[in-house]
């Protein structure tokens, strides 16, 4: 198997490798930097990459296995989160100048349930101001390009998501869509995007001038199971978000819904 063929494999594929130890997490995240250090300077989707993160949260994953310890569903896979979503210790820009400089201290409620499944943070991906607009540009970054033709834009607003996805930089990526942000690129670029339920995936924090009542957050992926895993592991009430309510019960990836009788 070539580095290409890892980094186009399915998230699904790749926890079963890291399971059985066929792959090891560091290998297959290795193959992804490797890949996002030779395209993404022609793509732009990746505006803050955390590489040396993610190579200690991998061998953390792989430890884990060694060990027989239990695991979460997403074990070991490289994700990336869109940089409207807060991520502890790791810059958070929303795409604008005002917070060029802006560390949170907290990790949203979507972020952390993901870190919380096993998944090893590649970094953040670009989008526009607040993720305001259907293209992915803006001051403090620059564009996206589309990975199917890069004289085009990749959408917006989760257009670093989807490009990295579609340019195998990562088989995970977090997005949000408020009128379009997640389903406008990911059709750009050739990928699956899930515009959840408003509330199936709680919100918080929030900035005061960023969607509130609007804002969906939801996968982007090249492989459709692959979606389901993500929104199992990221759905459910948390106490943060009163807009968010109780898990439904339903394991998206096996299908199986609950018994109303």
């Not at 199917?148 to 990749?154: L, P, R």
């Not at 199971?225 to 978000?241: E, F, I, Q, R, T």
């Amino acid at each position: 198997m070539n580095k290409e063929d890892i980094c186009f494999m399915s998230a699904l594929e790749m926890g079963a490798k890291i399971k059985s130890q066929e792959l090891s997490s560091l290998e297959i995240t290795e193959a992804i930097i490797e890949r996002i250090e030779k395209v993404n300077p022609v793509i732009n989707a990746f505006c803050t990459p955390t590489f040396e993160i993610a190579r200690d949260m991998a061998k953390k994953a792989d430890e884990m296995v060694r060990k027989g310890e239990e695991i979460g569903p997403l074990h070991g896979i490289p994700t990336s989160i869109k940089d409207l979503m807060q991520t502890k210790g790791i810059k958070t820009t929303y795409g604008s100048i005002l917070y060029k400089d802006f560390i949170p201290e907290i990790d949203d409620v979507a972020v952390q349930r993901l870190k919380s499944a096993g998944c090893v943070i590649l970094g953040k991906t670009n989008t526009p101001d607040f993720g305001h607009i259907a293209l992915t540009i803006n001051k403090l970054f620059g564009e996206t390009k589309n990975p199917w033709d890069i004289e085009k834009n990749s959408g917006g607003s989760s257009g670093g998501a989807a490009a990295a996805v579609g340019s195998g930089l990562g088989p995970l990526a977090l997005g949000s869509d408020g009128g379009g942000s997640i389903r406008v690129p990911s059709s750009c670029c050739g990928v699956y995007g899930l515009k959840t339920t408003y509330g199936r995936i709680p919100s918080y924090p929030r900035i005061g001038i960023h969607f509130t009542s609007m804002d969906h957050y939801g996968p982007i992926v090249n492989y459709v199971k692959d979606a389901a895993l993500m929104l199992n592991v990221m759905k459910g009430y948390h106490p943060a978000d009163n807009n968010s309510f109780p898990d439904d019960g339903i394991d998206y990836w096996q299908k199986k819904r609950p018994n109303f009788n």
